[in-house]
Nanobody, 115 residues
Framework: QVQLVESGGGLVQAGGSLRLSCAAS????????MGWYRQTPGKQRELVAD???????HYADSVKGRVTLSIDIAKNTVYLQMNSLKPEDTAVYYC?????????WGQGTQVTVSS
């Protein structure tokens, strides 16, 4: 199993920035995929960005150029730096990992962008 602990959500004005953190209970080297999804009421959870154990990153088209995923290996932590935030980025953001063939989710952190 792997536990994911998120932090960093909050309220920000449009155009502002936030950094989300996700600390894993296992070494990042042992995790196949790690990243972030988001969900708004009535909609399916959607990928924001993720990174594979091989170092390949994927970004949703809606966030490309505004979001950067990075890793702190020593802390087993993945960061999602979000800039130029828009009201449509408002959602609950979930950390996600694939480990041992299973999916794991964090508890979710609310990001609210006011116009």
């Amino acid at each position: 199993q792997v536990q994911l602990v998120e932090s960093g959500g909050g309220l920000v004005q449009a155009g502002g920035s936030l950094r989300l953190s996700c600390a894993a209970s296992k070494s990042i080297f042992s995790i196949n995929v790690m990243g972030w999804y988001r969900q708004t009421p009535g909609k399916q959870r959607e990928l924001v960005a993720d990174i594979t154990s091989g170092g390949v990153t994927h970004y949703a088209d809606s966030v490309k150029g505004r979001v950067t995923l990075s890793i702190d290996i020593a802390k087993n932590t993945v960061y999602l730096q979000m800039n130029s935030l828009k009201p449509e980025d408002t959602a609950v953001y979930y950390c996600h990992a694939v480990y041992g063939g299973l999916e794991y989710w964090g508890q979710g952190t609310q990001v609210t962008v006011s116009s």
